[in-house]
């Protein structure tokens, strides 16, 4: 999971760069970049943290959730600055992916307090309502910009056991009334959202993968053109 961790880090500093090479010198990219930069330097004293069990059970949504929501803004800047429609509904969709993944992995947490203590403190039951809000709003996001093969297989998951299971508890989570889990639920329901992380990390991968390809066969279109203009 760290190694996938730095590998996105690094994309995305990549990324960034190849946009600065190609011409564009956008203030608020460049603002968000930053903010991306200023949170990132906080995973080392997550993961001392999380190693020597020390870490909170929020620290994951004040330290990784920032990260992914601020990574993700970039992908949402750079496809509005895309001229091309496909390509800009192509961003906006891998974008609302990895903020609708987000909001999941920020219950994870949660729901493992809440089956162990039947009932989520104020706090905690604030921050499931936001998750459930940005799961609503993403969604629908998804449906419509997504491709239709990946927007399928992510529809698929939540028919499974596992996923129904995740949508269960997670609107028992919601109504935050007094709840007495099932023997072996807790471990269902960690299993369920490591499955879910890593299945959706895949099909958001794809995502991205589509549009990069979309974005090579723009350009080599692009060349086309210019040898005909010559």
Known sequence: MRLQTDAAIETLDRAYNDVLAAGYEDAALKAIKDSFDKRVSRIGEFRTKTDDGTAPPLLALEIMQPIV???SDMTRRAGLLAN???LATAAAGYYAFMQ???AYQAINRLGQAYIKTGALEAPSFGAVQRSDTLIKTHLKAVTEAVPADILARYKAF????DGQLMERIRLLMLENKPYQAAEGELEAWIASHNERRIYVSDLIRATGDQMLQMIDNMAAAARM???VLL
């Open 225 to 227: 053109r210019l040898v």
């Open 84 to 86: 091309e429609q496909q």
């Open 100 to 102: 609708l993944s987000d």
């Open 69 to 71: 929501a601020v990574g």
């Open 158 to 161: 939540w028919d499974r056991p």
